[in-house]
C-alpha cells in the first residue's frame, strides 16, 4: 500500500488544527500525559513521516503504538479526523520498513490461517492443563508477543478444550419458518476463547426465525493486523473473507464481536479497499453486516416470554470501543438487556471509557492497560452489580481479568448468553 | 549553551521522569493550535514536567544562570504559538501539575495547581454547587494555568467577565528562581486592594513575566436554572440589532452567541442532530440564575428577538439545550466541514470591536474574504463584539497560504481601525506581536520596562506580546 496516497493521509493530516479534543478523551494520554501520547500528537507524527521529516523507524512505531486504537480520539475529532486510520497506516507503513520476524510469524502466518491459530491454542490447552506455564509460553501464541510477558500472560485465560468451529455446525437450520439467511462470523476470540457465546448466538437466531450459516473458510477480520502494522495482511483477509461471504444469497452478516462488526464495517471495508479493485465487494459485503444486538433489537425486534418468577440480576453494561465509538451501537445492547426479564440495568459513571484491553494492547502495553483496566474497574464497583455485560471478547478477557486481579465477586457474559438463558425459561414454561 | 548540554543538565537536576530529552519527543512540543506552528513548528531544547513549585525553581534557576529561554506551556490549546519556544529553550509543561489543592467552600474560593483542566475544576466545584464562570470553548482542553494566563474568556464573559475577575491571588516562580505571592501571602479574601496589583499583571500577561505556580480563584453559587433562545435572522444586519434591544430591555443574558450562514453549515455537517434552520444568521441567548428569572428573561428575550427574526425556539429541555451549546462550542474546528479539502486555521481569528460596528465588520470582513478569495466561517461572542473569523483554506496550496496571511493582516488593520482590538480573548503571543505599537503607542514602551523589572535576562517566553 501507498502509504502517501492512502486517502486518510492524503486528505485528512492537514485538517489538524491541534485543538486537543482527543487530547482530552484519550484513554491512554490520561494515563502517561506525554504529548507523544495525545492523538494530536499521532497526527503531527503521521505528517512528519509523510514529509519525511522522520524516517520510518522503530522509534517512531514505539510511539504511535501508545494508541491503542479505541477510536475514541476520531469520535469526537470536530474535525472528522478518522485519527486511528491515519496511524494504523502510519505502524504500517513503518512495519513495511522495519519488518519483524515475530510479527510476520504471528500476524501474516499463524493469524491468517485458522487452522493453525486453532492448534497453537489447542497446545496452550494442553500446557496450562498440565500446569505447564513454561511451555505454553513455548509453544505459539504467548512466546510471540512482545511486552512483560509474565504479567501479561496472566490476562490470557484457560482456553477451551474445543473451538467453537469444532461445536457449530457449517449449516444450522431455522426452527420453524425461516425469515432470514444469516451468515454468521465467527470471529478468532470467540471461536477459540469464548465458544459459548456463539453457541448461544446460534441458539437464539435459529429460535428466531433465522437460518444461520458459519462459512467454514472465513479467516479473521483482520483488526489485529490493522492495529500492528500489517495492513495488507488485513487487506488481503478481507478480500478473502469477502469472497466467501458474497458467494452466497446473505440477508445479513452478523457477529457478536464488536471489534469484528467494525473491522468489517463499511468504512473500514473503504480503508481497506477502497482504492483497489475490491471496493465493490467489499461495498456489498459491508453492506450486509451488522452487529448481533443491533439485529436482535433493529432487525428482529426479539422478546422474551414474560417470566415473573425471573431471578433478578444486576447488570452493568461496558461499551466496547469498536461497538460504541467506532460504529455508533450504543442502544440496542441495552435494548436487548432491558428487554430480558429480571434484568436490571446499572449503570456505570463513564460507560464508554475503555477497558485497556484492545486485543494484544494489553499484552503489548501492559501497565498502561492495567492503569486503564483499574479505572474501568472501580466504575464497575460503583454499581454494584454482579453481572457485567460487554460485546467484545477482547473487552471479556481484560474484565475478568480485572475481576480476579481486584478480588471482585462479579463474571463477565455477552447479552447473548442472557438472552439464551431467557429464552431458554420459555421452553420450561411452556412445557 | 548548546541543547545538548542542556538536556544533560536538566537530566541530573530533575530526573528521566520530569525531563523530556529525546529529539522525537521533543518535536511534539512544536506546535500549539495557532496557523504559525501549523507552518512552522519549532522544537524545544529539551521539555520539563514539574510536579511542584520546587521543580519550576530549580528550573528557572538554573536558566537564569544559564541564560535560557524558558516557555511555559498549559494543555496546548492557545493560537498565538504562545506555549512554544520558537527561539530554543526549555518549555516547562506544567500540565500534569493538576492538583485541585483546596475547594474553600466557606470562602467561596478554590486554589488550584495550573494545570487543572477547566471542565474538570467545574465539575469538581459542582459537586459544592459552586463554579468557576469563565467558558471558553476550549473548557474540556484548556488548564486553568493557560486561561489565567492567556486571561481566557468565551462563552459567557458577556454577564461573567473575564479570567480576571476571579483571579483573587497567585504565587509565581519568577525568572531568577523567586518565589512570590501575589494578592497577599497569606490572604483568603475576596476583597483586598493592598498593594500594586500585581495579581492583575500576571493575568494576562502570557508567561513572559514568570511562572504561575498556582490559583486562588474566586468561586460562584452555581446557578439554579438555564435556558435558551435561538432566534433564526435572513438578515445578517437583524442579528446585533437585536442584540442591542435586548440590553435596552434592560436583560442581560449569560450568553449571546452568533453564527454566520457558513457557520450554520458546519455545526449541522459535524453533528447533524443539532438541525440548526439554514439562515443568514443564529443568534443564541442563554439565561441562567433561578427558574422564575430566567423564565422571565426567556420571555423577553422571545420577544424581542421575535421581532425581527424569522423564528424563535426556547428551550430548557437539558439536552436541546447542551446540543446547541454545543454546536455552538465547537464551531470553532468544525469549521473546516464547510469545504471538504479545507482546514480552518487559527489566524485572524480573535478581533473585538465596539458593539456598534459589529455589523460594519461583519460585512467588511465578507468583502475582505471575497478579495481574497477565502472562504470563512463567522461565529463568536456578539455580546461583548469579539468576532471569530474562521478561514478555510487548502493548506496545501502555497498561493491559498499567502492569500490568507494578506487577508489576516487586513482583518487586524480593520480591528484598530475600527477602534477595536486584534484580540478579544486569544491573546497576542506571536502572532499578533506585530501590532503592538499600533494599538498601544508609547505604552509598549513601558510594558518593556515592566517586563524589564521582573525578567532582566530576558529568558521568560521571549518574543511574545510585544
Ligand atoms: C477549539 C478552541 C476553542 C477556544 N475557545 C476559546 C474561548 O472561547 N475563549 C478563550 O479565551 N480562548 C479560547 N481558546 C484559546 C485557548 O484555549 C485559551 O487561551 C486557553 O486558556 C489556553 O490554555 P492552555 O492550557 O492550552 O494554554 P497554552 O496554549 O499552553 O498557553 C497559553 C499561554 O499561556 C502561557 N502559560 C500557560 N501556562 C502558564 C503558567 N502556568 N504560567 C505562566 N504562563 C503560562 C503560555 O506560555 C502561553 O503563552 C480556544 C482554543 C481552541 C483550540
Redesign the pocket.
Given at each position: 500500500m501507498d502509504f502517501k496516497n492512502l486517502p486518510p493521509v492524503k486528505e485528512q493530516i492537514m485538517k489538524c488544527?491541534?485543538?486537543?479534543?482527543c487530547r482530552s478523551v484519550c484513554p491512554v494520554f490520561a494515563e502517561l500525559r506525554y504529548e507523544s501520547a495525545a492523538p494530536r500528537g499521532h497526527v503531527f507524527m503521521v505528517q512528519m513521516l509523510r514529509d519525511g521529516v522522520v524516517k520510518p523507524s522503530e522509534e517512531v512505531s514505539k510511539r504511535l503504538t501508545h494508541c491503542l486504537m479505541c477510536e475514541n480520539c476520531s469520535a469526537n475529532c470536530?474535525s472528522g479526523i478518522d485519527i486511528h486510520e491515519l496511524n494504523a497506516a502510519a505502524r504500517s507503513y513503518i512495519e513495511q520498513k522495519n519488518p519483524s520476524i515475530g510479527k510476520e510469524l504471528l500476524f501474516d502466518t499463524l493469524w491468517t490461517k485458522p487452522s493453525l491459530l486453532n492448534l497453537s491454542t489447542s497446545l496452550m490447552w494442553g500446557a496450562q492443563k498440565a500446569g505447564l506455564q513454561k511451555l505454553a509460553r513455548y509453544t505459539g501464541l504467548t512466546k510471540l508477543l512482545p511486552g512483560s510477558l509474565p504479567q501479561a500472560e496472566k490476562i490470557l485465560e484457560a482456553v477451551p478444550l474445543r473451538n467453537a468451529r469444532s461445536m457449530i455446525p457449517e449449516i444450522n437450520p431455522a426452527r420453524g419458518e425461516r425469515e432470514y439467511k444469516i451468515g454468521y462470523f465467527l470471529g478468532c476470540a470467540t471461536d477459540l476463547l469464548y465458544p459459548d457465546i456463539a453457541l448461544a448466538a446460534i441458539e437464539v437466531l435459529t429460535n428466531n426465525g433465522c437460518e444461520v450459516i458459519v462459512p467454514r473458510h472465513s479467516k479473521c477480520c483482520g483488526l489485529p493486523h490493522i492495529a500492528n502494522g500489517k495492513l495488507e495482511t488485513a487487506q488481503s483477509l478481507a478480500i478473502h473473507n469477502c469472497q466467501i461471504y458474497n458467494a452466497y444469497d446473505f440477508d445479513y452478516i452478523i457477529t457478536d464481536c464488536g471489534s469484528c462488526s467494525s473491522a468489517l464495517s463499511a468504512k473500514n471495508m473503504h480503508f481497506l479497499l477502497g482504492q483497489t479493485e475490491h471496493a465493490q465487494a467489499g461495498e456489498i459485503f459491508a453492506a450486509k453486516v451488522m452487529d448481533l444486538s443491533k439485529f436482535l433489537i433493529d432487525v428482529l425486534d426479539i422478546s422474551f416470554p414474560v417470566n415473573h418468577n425471573a431471578k433478578p440480576i444486576t447488570v452493568t453494561y461496558h461499551d466496547p470501543c469498536h461497538l460504541a465509538n467506532a460504529q455508533k451501537i450504543k442502544d440496542q445492547p441495552r435494548e436487548l438487556l432491558r428487554r430480558i426479564p429480571g434484568v436490571k440495568l446499572a449503570e456505570m459513571s463513564d460507560t464508554n471509557y475503555c477497558c485497556g484491553g484492545s486485543g494484544t494492547y494489553s499484552i503489548t502495553h501492559y501497565q498502561t492497560s492495567m492503569k486503564i483496566l483499574d479505572k474501568k474497574m472501580a466504575m464497575i464497583k460503583l454499581t454494584g452489580a454482579e453481572t457485567v455485560a460487554t460485546c467484545c471478547p477482547s473487552c471479556t478477557m481484560q474484565l475478568n481479568y480485572g475481576i480476579r486481579k481486584h478480588n471482585m465477586k462479579c463474571s463477565v457474559v455477552h447479552p447473548i448468553q442472557l438472552a439464551r438463558e431467557a429464552s431458554k425459561k420459555k421452553a420450561v414454561h411452556s412445557a | 549553551m548548546e541543547g545538548a548540554s542542556v538536556r544533560k543538565d536538566l537530566l541530573s537536576l530533575l530526573g528521566k521522569e520530569k525531563v523530556l530529552t529525546e529529539e522525537l519527543d521533543l518535536m511534539y512540543y512544536s506546535y500549539?493550535?495557532s496557523f504559525l506552528t501549523q507552518l512552522k513548528p519549532e522544537t524545544p531544547w529539551a521539555v520539563v514536567l514539574p510536579a511542584s513549585t520546587a521543580d519550576v525553581q530549580a528550573v528557572m534557576k538554573y536558566a537564569y544562570d544559564h541564560q535560557i529561554n524558558v516557555?511555559?506551556?498549559?494543555?496546548?490549546?492557545?493560537?498565538?504559538?504562545?506555549?512554544v519556544a520558537l527561539n530554543g529553550g526549555i518549555v516547562?509543561d506544567?500540565?500534569n501539575?493538576n492538583e485541585i489543592v483546596e475547594i474553600d467552600q466557606k470562602n467561596m474560593q478554590v486554589i488550584v495547581r495550573?494545570?487543572v483542566?477547566?471542565a474538570e475544576l467545574n465539575k469538581r466545584l459542582a459537586e459544592y454547587n459552586l463554579f468557576f464562570p469563565?467558558?471558553?470553548?476550549?473548557?474540556q482542553?484548556?488548564?486553568?494555568?493557560?486561561?489565567?494566563?492567556?486571561?481566557?474568556?468565551?462563552?459567557r464573559?458577556v454577564k461573567y467577565g473575564?479570567?480576571e475577575q476571579y483571579v483573587l491571588g497567585l504565587e509565581?516562580v519568577l525568572p531568577n528562581g523567586d518565589l512570590i505571592y501575589a494578592g497577599g501571602i497569606k490572604a483568603r479574601t475576596l476583597k483586598n486592594v493592598s498593594g500594586l496589583n500585581l495579581t492583575k499583571l500576571?493575568v494576562g500577561?502570557?508567561?513572559?513575566?514568570?511562572?504561575?505556580?498556582q490559583?486562588r480563584l474566586r468561586c460562584w453559587p452555581k446557578p439554579k436554572a438555564r435556558g435558551i433562545v435561538m432566534a433564526v435572522f435572513d438578515s445578517l444586519d437583524d442579528a446585533p440589532a437585536t442584540v442591542l434591544e435586548i440590553y435596552q430591555a434592560g436583560i442581560m443574558p449569560s450568553g449571546m452567541e452568533i453564527l454566520d450562514s457558513s457557520a450554520i453549515s458546519a455545526v449541522n455537517m459535524y453533528k447533524p442532530e443539532i438541525n440548526l434552520p439554514d439562515a443568514e444568521a443564529i443568534l443564541l441567548f442563554e439565561v441562567d440564575g433561578n427558574p422564575p428569572s430566567v423564565d422571565y428573561e426567556g420571555n423577553v428575550i422571545q420577544e424581542v428577538a421575535g421581532r425581527r427574526a424569522r423564528t424563535v425556539e426556547w428551550s430548557t429541555e437539558p439536552k436541546r439545550m447542551a446540543q446547541l451549546w454545543e454546536g455552538r462550542?465547537?464551531t470553532?474546528?468544525a469549521a473546516a466541514r464547510v469545504r471538504a479539502d479545507g482546514t480552518r486555521v487559527?489566524a485572524g481569528e480573535?478581533i473585538s470591536v465596539p458593539l456598534s460596528k459589529v455589523a460594519d465588520t461583519l460585512r467588511a470582513i465578507r468583502k475582505l474574504a471575497d478579495k481574497y478569495g477565502i472562504k470563512v466561517v463567522n461565529y463568536g461572542?456578539i455580546g461583548d463584539g469579539n468576532v471569530?473569523t474562521a478561514p478555510v483554506i487548502n493548506t496545501s496550496i502555497p498561493e491559498e497560504v499567502e492569500q490568507v496571511k494578506k487577508l489576516v493582516h487586513e482583518i487586524h488593520l480593520l480591528a484598530i481601525e475600527l477602534n477595536g482590538s486584534t484580540t478579544?480573548?486569544?491573546?497576542v503571543?506571536a502572532v499578533r506581536r506585530p501590532y503592538a505599537e499600533m494599538e498601544h503607542g508609547l505604552a509598549v514602551e513601558y510594558m518593556k520596562k515592566v517586563k524589564q523589572a521582573f525578567d532582566d535576562k530576558g529568558i521568560m517566553?521571549p518574543n511574545?506580546?510585544f
Open positions: 488544527v491541534r485543538c486537543g479534543k470536530p | 500549539d493550535s516557555v511555559p506551556r498549559g494543555a496546548g490549546t492557545g493560537e498565538t504559538g504562545g506555549s516547562l506544567l500540565s501539575f495550573p494545570g483542566i477547566h469563565p467558558d471558553p470553548g476550549s473548557s482542553m484548556c488548564t486553568v494555568g493557560g486561561m489565567v494566563a492567556n486571561n481566557a474568556s468565551g462563552l464573559a473575564c479570567t509565581i500576571m500577561s502570557e508567561g513572559v513575566l514568570g511562572v504561575i505556580t490559583i462550542s465547537v470553532a474546528t487559527f480573535d461572542h471569530h478579544g480573548e486569544h491573546g503571543g517566553n511574545k506580546l
